[in-house]
C-alpha cells in the first residue's frame, strides 16, 4: 500500500464509493458537546450525504491507517503521533480542521486571534477593563487568549495589568475564585466544550455572585443550550457545521495540487449575560 501510494496509484472511484477515513479522539476523552464529537458528527453528516463511506479510526488506533487503503483523510484529533503518521502519507489529500498545520495539509480553520479581538473589543465596548479568559491548552486556546490582550492593547488598556489568563486545566472552581477575588468584572470562557455552563454555575451557585450584575460572561455558542441558561449567554458562534461541509467538499476533489487554506468567520451573539459598566 505504501508503495501504491508513492507511485500515486489508487483504485478508480469513478467505479466505486469514495473511502474516507475520519481521524477523531478515542471515545474516553471525548466530551459531550465539545468540539471534536460535535465536528466528528457533522463530518460524518456531511459524508454520508455525498454517498462517500466513513470508517473512523481513533488515535489510540492510528498506527492501523497505513495499513487501510482510503480516497481522503479528514483530521479532527491533535496527537503529535497523529500528526506525524498522516506527514508521511503520500498522494492521499488530508484535510486537517485547523491551521496549525497548514504547510502540510489542506487546511478548514477559524483564526483564534481575531476570534479573542472579537470578543475582547466587545468587552471592552461595553466597559470592562479587568477581563479573566478561561482558555482551552492548546493552540487555539493560547491564540484567543491572545486576541483578547491585543484588543486590549489597541485601546491602550495594560494587559499585564488587566488580563487574567486562566488555563481551564486548573480545577474551575479555583479559576473561578481567582477571577473574583482579582476583581475582574468578566470573564470569557473560550472552549465549545461546555465549561462556562460549569463556570456560570459556580459564579452564582457557589461564589454567591449575579451574572451579568456582578460578573458578565461569554462563553462559544452551544446550539439548543446557550440561548436557555439563565441569564441566556451571549457567545461567539463558530461555524462548525459550514466546516465539516467545506471538509467533505474538499477530501472528495480529484482536482487538487495545492494546498487551500480556507479561513471561515464567526460571528458574536449578544444576548443577557454581559452588562454595560461605565
Not at 466530551?31 to 457533522?42: H, K
Not at 473512523?56 to 500528526?83: C, K, P, Q
Not at 461564589?207 to 462559544?220: C, N, Q, T, W, Y
Not at 472528495?252 to 454595560?276: A, F, G, H, Y
Request: hydrophobic share 40%; net charge negative.
Amino acid at each position: 500500500l505504501s508503495a501504491a501510494r508513492e507511485l500515486g496509484f489508487r483504485p478508480r472511484v469513478g467505479v466505486r464509493t469514495p473511502q474516507i477515513a475520519l481521524i477523531t479522539e478515542p471515545p474516553q476523552k471525548t466530551v459531550m458537546g465539545g468540539y471534536v464529537n460535535t465536528m466528528t458528527q457533522y463530518i460524518c453528516h456531511a459524508l454520508s450525504r455525498s454517498d462517500a463511506t466513513v470508517r473512523m479510526i481513533t488515535e489510540d488506533r492510528i498506527d492501523n491507517l497505513v495499513n487501510s487503503w482510503f480516497d481522503g483523510i479528514i483530521g479532527v484529533a491533535w496527537e503529535e503521533h497523529t500528526v506525524d503518521i498522516l506527514k508521511g502519507m503520500k498522494n492521499i489529500p488530508v484535510v486537517w480542521l485547523s491551521d496549525l498545520y497548514r504547510d502540510f495539509f489542506h487546511c478548514i480553520y477559524i483564526d483564534g486571534t481575531e476570534t479573542g479581538i472579537l470578543a475582547g473589543r466587545h468587552l471592552l465596548g461595553k466597559g470592562h477593563r479587568r477581563i479573566a479568559v478561561i482558555h482551552d491548552v492548546d493552540y487555539a486556546g493560547y491564540l484567543r487568549a491572545g486576541g483578547v490582550e491585543q484588543a486590549m492593547r489597541e485601546k491602550g488598556i495594560d494587559p499585564a495589568q488587566n488580563l487574567m489568563k486562566i488555563p481551564n486545566s486548573m480545577p474551575l472552581h479555583l479559576a473561578v475564585k481567582q477571577l473574583i477575588d482579582a476583581g475582574c468584572t468578566a470573564v470569557w470562557v473560550t472552549g465549545e466544550d461546555m465549561k462556562v455552563l460549569e463556570v456560570n454555575w459556580l459564579i452564582q451557585e457557589l461564589a454567591g455572585k449575579r451574572v451579568p450584575e456582578d460578573i458578565s460572561l461569554m462563553g462559544f455558542e452551544n446550539p439548543g443550550i446557550s440561548e436557555f441558561l439563565c441569564p441566556s449567554l451571549t457567545t461567539i458562534a463558530s461555524p462548525l457545521r459550514e466546516m465539516a461541509e467545506k471538509a467533505v467538499e474538499l477530501v472528495l476533489r480529484d482536482d487538487l495540487r495545492e494546498l487551500q487554506q480556507i479561513r471561515m468567520p464567526v460571528r458574536l451573539i449578544e444576548r443577557n449575560s454581559i452588562i454595560t459598566i461605565s
